[in-house]
Nanobody, 125 residues
């Protein structure tokens, strides 16, 4: 059983920054590919960024490329999403997701079996 708990969301002005954290349970976190997704009201959940289990490869949605950075610390069982230059359209509930096998980056919701509860990010003008 894998449990994921996000933190770090909140209200921020456009142009500001936030860092989301995802704490994972499980003794083999270093083998979990991870992803960050978001869901805005009335929209489908979409991938924001993904990272391999080792952290050697990453993926970013075009809408966040150059502004967001995904990272992980396998020694601490943590994954992170650093969000800079936030825009109004980044407002959403952000979820971290994990899977317990695989060596690639995974960008679809169906690729992940474990999800956090979500953390709200609101960007104001």
């Amino acid at each position: 059983q894998v449990q994921l708990v996000e933190s770090g969301g909140g209200l921020v002005q456009a142009g500001g920054s936030l860092r989301l954290s995802c704490a994972a349970s499980g003794r083999t976190f270093s083998s979990y590919p991870m992803g960050w997704f978001r869901q805005a009201p009335g929209k489908e959940r979409e991938v924001v960024a993904a990272i391999t289990s080792s952290g050697s490869r990453t993926y970013y949605a075009d809408s966040v490329k150059g502004r967001f950075t995904i990272s992980r610390d396998n020694a601490k069982n943590m994954a992170y999403l650093q969000m800079n230059s936030l825009k109004l359209e980044d407002t959403a509930v952000y979820y971290c997701a994990g899977r317990t096998s695989g060596y690639g980056v995974y960008t679809t919701t169906s690729s992940y079996g474990y999800w956090g509860q979500g953390t709200q990010v609101t960007v104001s003008s």
